[in-house]
């Protein structure tokens, strides 16, 4: 792939203060993720995945190194500005779903939209298009409480959707389901990737991993193995976070 990475991390450093001491998760990292590609990150647990994949997003500071998002420096803005590149260029996904209990399902999904710009005319078509693909749109009045696990997890990628992100980040969004609820999601984010969407997936599950174009091991904070598994199923030109026949 060519052009400029969706993101890279150069020398990417993280350490913790646990009683006073440094504890070092991630030690000089290199990454560079470029457009259309799904890329999972995997290791044992302690590995430092999840705190890189948060780093990447501005979700925890790194302690030195570099971001870039979409050729721009990252690492250095401000927690308001962190908030603002989140609304318009990435998207999470977790493995808790973290979705806002005393909102409705379809309220959950408007408000990236609506904090990112969009009028509310543009915030509700696009949550009606992304819950029909999903199979959710007799779910759209429901709390997230009356949804199952696998209903809460399509929920929360249509939300992670809503702003069409340049980036999806997922940190374990099948840790928490069940053989047949992880099926569906991992179906839906190879869907997504198929349309162009630029993923970057942590993950313990060896299903997930075989769906990525290219593989990090990491082990103590550092990356031991990244390389490319089967062919790349992508669509050049595909637009970032356009779903499109997720049914099927």
Known sequence: MSGTPVVKAVNLVKVYQTGGLPVPAVRGVDLTVRAGEFVAITGPSGSGKSTLIHMLGGLDTRTSGEIWLDGKRADTLSESGWALLRRRKVGFVFQFFNLVANMTVADNVELPALLGGASPRQARERR???????????????????????EQQRVALARALANQPTLLLADEPTGNLDSRNTRDVLRLLGRVHGQGQTIVLVTHDARA???????????????????????????PGGTAGDVVELRG
């Open 209 to 235: 991993a075989s769906m990525a174009d290219r593989v990090v091991s990491l082990l103590d904070g550092q990356i031991v193995d990244d390389g490319a598994i089967g062919s790349a199923r992508r669509r």
């Open 128 to 150: 009606e298009y992304l819950l029909g693909e999903l199979g959710l749109a007799d779910r759209a009045g429901a709390a997230p409480a009356r949804l199952s696990g696998g």
